[in-house]
């Protein structure tokens, strides 16, 4: 239990354009979900938690007109990256809030962005 | 808000041996600490968690104890393996708060 899947693994994009990444509960429904960006060798930086049918909670120094979340139904959150440019790339992870237990989390597999 | 300090930032031990990895927090109303492996290029997974209202958890072969007075926890891994190799994070939660705080992470290597 508590699969979540992250679409698409790895996109590669022109500067200018935007790029929607999906997050799936696969077997449970999560309230809460969350996007995380990583840098190489670095860890884990939350940039929004994202609850469902309420606007996203975004950290500081997180451009919310950049980083657009939906948070739609309770196994679906989307993450569009608006007129990307080559300092977006990274790997972008969701997590979502498994239910089961306060504050625990369960990860998807991440999301390569490359900008050129 | 909370912050999480994690040492050391890298980690080399022999197959077999034990490893240990330390974090320390700053809010003390942080009560709940997970632990995540993540190898290269994949998901960080949940390896153990604890919660404020015990001091240690023990899973085969990974453990962690929480010390709340000094607002540390550790990660043991005792007979290491190869496939223990990886980055390994702890985080912390807020009671009431719904977003985990993570450390730097440290690499830990087995070599065999």
């Known amino acids: 239990g508590a699969v979540v899947s992250q679409h698409p693994s790895r996109v590669i994009c022109k500067s200018g354009t935007s790029v929607k990444i999906e997050c799936r509960s696969l077997d449970f429904q999560a309230t809460t979900m969350f996007w995380y960006r990583q840098f190489p060798k670095k860890s884990l930086m939350l940039m929004a938690t994202s609850n469902e049918g309420s606007k996203a909670t975004y950290e500081q120094g997180v451009e919310k007109d950049k980083f657009l979340i939906n948070h739609a139904s309770l196994t679906l959150s989307t993450l569009t990256v608006t007129s990307a440019h080559p300092e977006d790339s990274s790997f972008y992870i969701c997590?979502?809030?498994?239910?089961?237990?306060?504050?625990?989390?369960?990860f998807g597999p991440g999301t390569r962005l490359t900008v050129l | 808000g909370e912050n999480v300090e994690q040492h050391p930032s890298t980690l080399s031990v022999q197959e077999g041996d034990s490893a240990v990895i330390k974090c320390t927090y700053s809010d003390s109303a942080s009560n709940y600490f997970p632990w995540y492996k993540q190898e290269l290029g994949k998901r960080p997974q949940l390896i153990i968690d604890?919660?404020?209202?015990?001091g240690e958890k023990k899973d085969q072969r990974i453990a962690v104890t929480l010390n709340k007075t000094a607002k540390h926890f550790s990660l043991h891994i005792t007979e290491t393996q190869p496939e223990d190799s990886a980055v390994y994070f702890c985080?912390?939660?807020?009671?009431?708060?719904?977003?985990?705080?993570f450390g730097q992470g440290t690499r830990l290597t087995i070599n065999p």
């Open positions: 997590s979502a809030g498994s239910g089961r237990a306060p504050n625990e989390q369960f």
């Open positions: 604890i919660r404020s209202n015990v």
């Open positions: 985080a912390a939660a807020i009671q009431g708060a719904q977003k985990l705080v």
